[in-house]
């Protein structure tokens, strides 16, 4: 990754917009089991432990939620993905050694829903990052060392 903000593709917009909705849900519902600050309240330390710890919940919550609405926020500046370079949010279609090829959206975000994803902190992905179209691509599986070669980049494959 190149330092600047990376564009999102729409599978990994959408995911990260639901992560944020349910970041917000979850947020709230642990706020308001908080006293807020209530120190003449009765209760033992097993009861002050389980509310520091509601506390601590609260921060993890708003440091996700911080992270998650400025990567979206990035995405947008950042514009569309690339099509002469492989970056996230890139689509990009790949011959594999065997010759079968795959078109392939690089993302930041697992997304189960999307089988043809492939972050891009994984072997293949870190691999793509940077690629032009007709460059070879080496990566590890855990079957060993491996091969493709990106044959398009975007929706033009």
């Given amino acids: ?47 002050q432990a389980d509310e520091l710890q509601r506390a601590s919940d609260v ?32 689509t990009v279609t790949v011959r594999f050694a ?4 795959d078109t392939l959206h690089v993302g930041e975000v697992a997304d189960e829903q999307d089988q043809a994803l492939v972050t891009a902190d994984s072997p293949l992905g870190r691999g793509l990052l940077g690629r032009r179209a007709g460059d070879a691509v080496d990566y590890e599986t855990p079957q060993g060392p491996a091969s493709a070669q990106v044959v398009a980049i975007g929706d033009a494959a």
């Fill in 98 to 101: 065997d010759g079968t090829t």
């Fill in 59 to 90: 921060t993890r919550l708003d440091n996700r939620i911080d992270e998650v609405t400025e990567r979206l926020h990035d995405a947008v500046v950042s514009g569309p993905p690339s099509t002469d370079v492989v970056g996230v949010g890139s």
């Fill in 1 to 47: 990754m190149t330092g600047d903000p990376e564009p999102l593709s729409p599978a990994a917009r959408k995911a990260l917009e639901k992560e944020l909705s349910d970041l917000r849900e979850e947020r709230s519902a642990v706020a308001v089991t908080l006293r807020g600050g209530d120190s003449d309240a009765a209760g033992d330390s097993a009861d």
